[in-house]
């Protein structure tokens, strides 16, 4: 290994920012970005050497890869970590624009959302996974936070509690529980999990996040995060009696006056719902 890959890997394990899901990702783009500083002729650094040519030799390449703006801008976040952790900051701009790097749209273009019906859970091997499916359906969870997910703790009846160190961003948060199709999938969820969670004794939630990838992948299931678009979109159309853009409904430019007021407090439950501050992010999941 080279003294750059194996300098970041320990960066990496010092520094546990963010949930599993984010370390892990993190650690995986600075193997590939050390790994193309050195295809770049950048041979010999250290993780303290990171400079100006480095970042723009890596941008350069990005672009010529013809790499979405939402992939490269993750790679950059993924290099401010790096330069602050080794107090490098000012190595790189503030602003992406700066590299030439346009705004990324957040506004969905087409619906995201993802279903799993009843056949497509019965192919799933694992019975901890096929629960953790369910709720990431019904309740809009990330897959994190249906895994780690523990119905004693969580269920308060009307409404769920989830534990910051379940969520991304370790922001607690609550979800209405509305539906009796809900109810019936949390008491269901406390004869699985009893006091524990939905990650089973014998296993750590790595372990358990390898044998969810493993079932659903094998069960032919992919872009679950997909569930999430779902529920916010049926969510919307709860709550305002009307499908949202994302889903085929009108444009928020074409509501009147009261339907707008309708629409916003909508999207800031959907948002709050969803683990998120921003009324803007709703346009990832509701289009706009």
């Known amino acids: 290994m080279r003294d750059l890959n194996y300098q970041l890997k320990q960066l990496c394990r010092r520094n546990r920012d963010g949930g599993y899901a984010t370390q892990r990702n993190r650690e995986r783009l600075l193997s590939l970005i050390a790994d193309q500083l050195h295809a770049l002729g950048f041979r010999n650094m250290s993780a303290q050497s990171l400079k100006p040519k480095h970042v723009e030799g890596l941008v350069n390449r990005w672009q010529a890869e013809s790499l979405s703006v939402g992939t490269i801008k993750n ?3 993924v290099l401010r970590w790096w330069a602050q952790k080794v107090d490098r900051q000012n190595v790189i701009a503030r602003q992406n624009d ?7 749209s957040f506004v969905s273009r087409e619906s995201k959302a993802v279903r799993v019906d009843r056949p497509a859970l019965d192919r799933v091997g694992d019975i901890h996974v096929r629960m953790s499916l369910e709720l990431q359906q019904a309740f809009g969870l990330r897959r994190e936070e249906a895994i780690k997910f523990q119905p004693s703790y969580a269920d308060r009846g009307d409404r769920l509690v989830l534990k910051d160190s379940w969520t991304k961003g370790g922001k607690a948060r609550e979800i209405p529980v509305r539906t009796p199709d809900q109810r019936a999938l949390l008491d269901r969820a406390h004869q699985l999990a009893g006091r524990g969670s939905l990650i089973p004794g014998e296993r750590n939630y790595r372990q358990q996040l390898r044998v969810y990838e493993r079932h659903t992948a094998n069960a032919g299931l992919s872009k679950l995060h997909g569930l999430r678009h779902a529920y916010a979109q049926a969510r919307y159309e709860e709550l305002t009696g009307w499908k949202s853009p994302a889903a085929g409904g009108r444009s928020s430019k074409s509501l009147s006056g009261g339907e707008r007021a309708v629409d916003r407090e909508a999207r800031l439950t959907i948002s709050r719902e969803l683990g998120h501050e921003r009324e803007q ?6 289009g706009r």
């Open 75 to 77: 790679r950059m976040t």
């Open 281 to 286: 992010i709703t346009t990832v999941y509701l």
């Open 98 to 104: 700066h590299y030439g790097i346009p705004e990324r």
